[in-house]
């Protein structure tokens, strides 16, 4: 089956700065890599996806690139505020938009 | 964006009862449910997919007699936790497929289930 691994674990940025997530995936014949950010106690929110036929995707502060001969893809995101502080999720999946297998998680702290 | 709303958002039960958790899909139909479980400060993982009258589909070592769920209409996912005991105490989450223009899934805000 997949596997997704993701790094790094926490990531500490100044207010301002940039974050970047990094993830691989296992199974080439996945073609849906969505990413999500989930706050304690909440439920997963999706910030922002990529299908593979795409090689970057970007939304504001957020972009997402995707690399399949590496099968690796990546979380940028710009002008970090504290409000970005939360545990962000990669995930892959082939063929399904709910059926998903999520990275470890990265545990975002943006100080001011 | 489409409302997946899960009930109840925590609940304490006794060890060796069962418990029921219930995953609506509010404005829109959803033929596919997804439920996940979360450890703390852990990842999601994917326990069982709930298909609309048929048999939902377990991931390798899940126990589906222990985890039984009923998608018995095209709004409602239902997951019961048999038997319980305390290293089933976690954080459960459902999600739904949508379809048409909107290709993404929406999740559930989850229950918390401690087993004492």
């Known amino acids: 089956g997949e596997n997704v691994e993701q790094h790094p674990s926490t990531l500490s940025v100044q207010e301002g700065d940039s974050a970047v997530i990094k993830c691989t995936y296992s199974d080439s014949a996945s073609n849906y890599f969505p990413w999500y950010k989930q706050e304690l106690g909440k439920r997963p929110q999706l910030i922002i996806d990529i299908r593979s036929n795409v090689g970057e995707k970007k939304d504001q502060r957020i972009a997402v690139t995707l690399n399949k001969t590496a099968k690796h893809f990546s979380l940028h995101i710009t002008e970090t505020q504290p409000e970005d502080s939360a545990v962000y999720f990669c995930a892959a999946s082939r063929d399904s938009w709910g059926k998903l297998q999520f990275g470890a998680g990265t545990q975002v702290v943006v100080t001011p | 964006g489409a409302v997946v709303s899960q009930h109840p958002s925590w609940v304490i039960c006794k060890s060796g009862t069962s418990v029921k958790i219930e995953c609506r899909s509010l404005d829109f139909q959803a033929t596919t449910m997804f439920w996940y479980r979360q450890f703390p400060k852990q990842s999601l993982m994917l326990m069982a997919t709930?298909?609309?009258?048929?048999?939902?589909?377990?991931e390798q070592g899940v126990e589906k007699d222990k985890f039984l769920i009923n998608h018995a209409s095209l709004t409602l996912s239902t997951l019961t936790v048999t038997s319980a005991h305390p290293e089933d105490s976690s954080f459960y989450i459902c999600?739904?497929?949508?379809?048409?223009?909107?290709?993404?899934?929406?999740f559930g805000q989850g229950t918390r289930l401690t087993v004492v």
């Open positions: 999600s739904a497929e949508t379809g048409g223009s909107r290709t993404e899934a929406f």
């Open positions: 709930s298909n609309e009258g048929s048999k939902a589909t377990y």
